[in-house]
């Protein structure tokens, strides 16, 4: 026996709404998810950011960042990727220099200090980013009246290899001519010829990072005046500056004393505490 299928008008009705739907929906389908694709990118964008800790994680209750806030960090993100920094130096970068990822700053106002650490410096791309990895506020340094005065002040003191990548050296490089003359003046003040200074410098250019007032003239006096030393066992040795007044200087200096023991200054202080009060008990 056979059966005729039928389908139900209101089925069929049903069926033919449910297409139609279809249709509008793929039709309307272009414009809805625009917003939300930017909505999502936006979010995606603000969530990267937080991960390298170039912005504040905030609250639910605490609005995005605008989109052009976060456009403009990530310029300046993407143009120090393009020169060489990685996601993991970015943490870094923040901390000490949040001023870095403010929204008003754009890759053109940094972009001068690259030209003058690769073709000043003779810095290479690594270099470069280590360097700032460890002074990142040499980017805010203005080339012509800062960097490059100070970079053809400390040549012509004879320090070299500049663009190697230490803390040091990095400072050394944010630090304006005015200051450095500073430290010239207190070395020429003690007899030092324009020669021996340059010596000195380059063999201990830390001493540009030392005060005059609680560092250098505290321990110039204490090696001539209790010490009774001179400029020569200065010149021979000028990692003096270097070694602490009060707990290197002083105590092994009184110890000697006692024992009525004279040193030269590189073996009374180079020396380790174990090796040193072993060898003058």
């Excluded at 052009?68 to 060489?84: A, C, E, H, P, Y």
């Excluded at 791309?125 to 460890?134: V, Y």
């Amino acid at each position: 026996m056979l059966h005729s299928l039928c389908v139900p008008a209101t089925l069929a009705s049903s069926a033919s709404c449910s297409k139609t739907l279809n249709v509008h929906a793929k039709a309307s389908s272009p414009y809805q998810p625009l917003y939300l694709r930017f909505r999502t990118s936006h979010v995606e964008n603000v969530r990267y950011l937080r991960t390298l800790g170039v912005i504040d994680h905030v609250s639910r209750h605490q609005r995005l960042p605008s989109p052009d806030t976060i456009d403009r960090v990530l310029n300046i993100v993407n143009f120090l990727k393009s020169k060489g920094f990685l996601e993991s130096d970015f943490p870094r970068l923040a901390y000490l220099c949040p001023g870095l990822f403010a929204s008003e700053l754009d890759p053109t106002d940094i972009a001068p200090v690259f030209e003058f650490l690769t073709v000043d410096l003779s810095a290479s791309a690594q270099e470069s980013c280590s360097l700032i990895n460890k002074c990142p506020q040499i980017l805010f340094s203005d080339v012509d009246y800062c960097l490059k005065p100070t970079l053809n002040y400390l040549r012509q003191l004879g320090i070299e290899r500049l663009n190697f990548p230490s803390t040091l050296n990095a400072h050394l490089l944010n630090t304006r001519v005015e200051k450095l003359h500073g430290k010239v003046k207190f070395l020429r003040s003690i007899g030092l010829t324009h020669q021996e200074i340059s010596r000195i410098c380059a063999r201990l250019p830390s001493i540009f990072g030392y005060s005059i007032d609680n560092n250098l003239r505290p321990k110039y006096d204490y090696l001539v005046e209790e010490m009774e030393g001179n400029l020569e066992e200065l010149k021979k040795f000028p990692q003096y500056f270097a070694f602490s007044l009060e707990k290197r200087i002083a105590p092994r200096h009184l110890h000697l004393k006692r024992r009525n023991v004279r040193l030269p200054l590189k073996r009374m202080l180079l020396w380790g505490d174990e090796k040193f009060y072993a060898k003058w008990k």
